[in-house]
Nanobody, 119 residues
Framework: QVQLVESGGGSVQTGGSLRLSCVASGYISSLYCMAWFRQAPGQERERVAILYRDRTTIYKDSVKGRFTISKDNAKNTLYLQMNSLKPEDTAMYYC?????????????WGQGTQVTVSS
């Protein structure tokens, strides 16, 4: 089981930027995928972005062009660069990963980092 710790959340104004980080306890280079999710109060968890081992990415439509998911294998860290933030982006953000040598069936989750966007 991979241990994940998120950081980088905070409170920003509309149009601002934040860079979230997710540090893993083990090597991430071999993981089939890693992803960012978010959950707003009273809402279901939704996938924001996913990064596959071959570096291909998939984004939620509403964040395309504004968010970028990336990773640094040497640092065992997943990132989410968030630009042009909107109030609708306010949520708890979580990173997720599968077990080593597994496909993209997410089994490890961080405790989350809060992102709040105001006008």
């Amino acid at each position: 089981q991979v241990q994940l710790v998120e950081s980088g959340g905070g409170s920003v104004q509309t149009g601002g930027s934040l860079r979230l980080s997710c540090v893993a306890s083990g090597y991430i280079s071999s993981l089939y995928c890693m992803a960012w999710f978010r959950q707003a109060p009273g809402q279901e968890r939704e996938r924001v972005a996913i990064l596959y081992r071959d570096r291909t990415t998939i984004y939620k439509d509403s964040v395309k062009g504004r968010f970028t998911i990336s990773k640094d294998n040497a640092k065992n860290t997943l990132y989410l660069q968030m630009n042009s933030l909107k109030p609708e982006d306010t949520a708890m953000y979580y990173c997720a990963a599968p077990a080593q040598n597994a496909l993209c069936s997410l089994s490890s989750w961080g405790q989350g980092t809060q992102v709040t966007v105001s006008s």
